[in-house]
């Protein structure tokens, strides 16, 4: 199976501030079949981000992805009180589908 | 709207049979565009796929479950289901219902219900 790693796994910061989130995969996944959600606490994951780079309806465009084959970034820019979350990504290029093991964005 | 809506047992005994059902409402089950799927999140823990449906029957499952694990269509309740068997409480997590493009990403999520194992 394609193993996703995520990193780090905790980021911190501030509000107003801007991050990356990297996953890499252990093979090459097509970027077409490759995606990004945010779940917050108590709730459902939630379609940030497909195709890498496509956000999703309703997505704010501070959320933009990238990457293409084994590396993969999901950037938030001027982070907002509600992107503190866990962020997981997914690639759907090969079964068995995977996902990350998760990166949590806290308040610094 | 499209929803999605996990029901069944919260609590289920070791070695016994884990039965979810996933009603679906603004769509319907049998779109060719779409599978149907169960993904998992053990307690403080990241998401595991568990397994897709087609509208066709055709199944896809992950390995380390496969010998265990049935998702099945009710077409008239316009419903999936998720069957476990010898459950040990290495199963119990919140257990999600969603809906994925053909070729694509799960856009769409049932709320999730929490599964525990224990005597």
């Known amino acids: 199976e394609i193993v996703l790693t995520q990193s780090p796994g905790t980021l911190s910061l501030s509000p107003g501030e801007g991050g990356t989130l990297s996953c890499r995969a252990s093979?090459?996944?097509?970027?077409?079949?490759f995606a990004w959600y945010q779940q917050r606490p108590g709730q459902a994951p939630r379609l940030l981000i497909y195709?890498?780079?496509t956000r999703a309806p309703g997505v704010p465009d501070r959320f933009s992805g990238s990457g293409s084959g084994t590396d993969f970034t999901l950037s938030i820019s001027s982070l907002e009180p509600e992107d503190y979350a866990v962020y997981y990504c997914h690639q759907y290029t090969k079964s068995p589908q995977t996902f990350g093991q998760g990166t949590k964005v806290e308040i610094k | 709207q499209l929803q999605l809506q996990e029901s069944g047992p919260g609590l289920v005994k070791p070695s016994e049979t884990l039965s979810l059902t996933c009603t679906v409402s603004?769509?319907?089950?049998?779109?060719?565009?779409?599978?149907w799927g169960w993904i998992r999140q053990p307690p403080l823990k990241g998401l595991e796929w568990i397994g897709n449906i087609y509208y066709t029957g055709s199944t896809d499952y992950n390995p380390p479950l496969k010998s265990r694990v049935t998702i099945s269509l009710d077409t008239s309740k316009n419903q999936f289901s998720l069957r476990l068997t010898s459950v040990t409480a290495a199963d119990t997590g919140v257990y999600y219902c969603?809906?994925?493009?053909?070729?694509?990403?799960?856009?769409?999520w049932g709320q999730g219900v929490l599964v525990t194992v224990s005597s």
């Open positions: 603004g769509d319907s089950i049998t779109s060719a565009s779409h599978y």
């Open positions: 969603a809906r994925q493009v053909v070729g694509g990403d799960y856009g769409a």
């Open positions: 195709t890498s780079s």
């Open positions: 093979e090459p996944v097509n970027s077409n079949y």
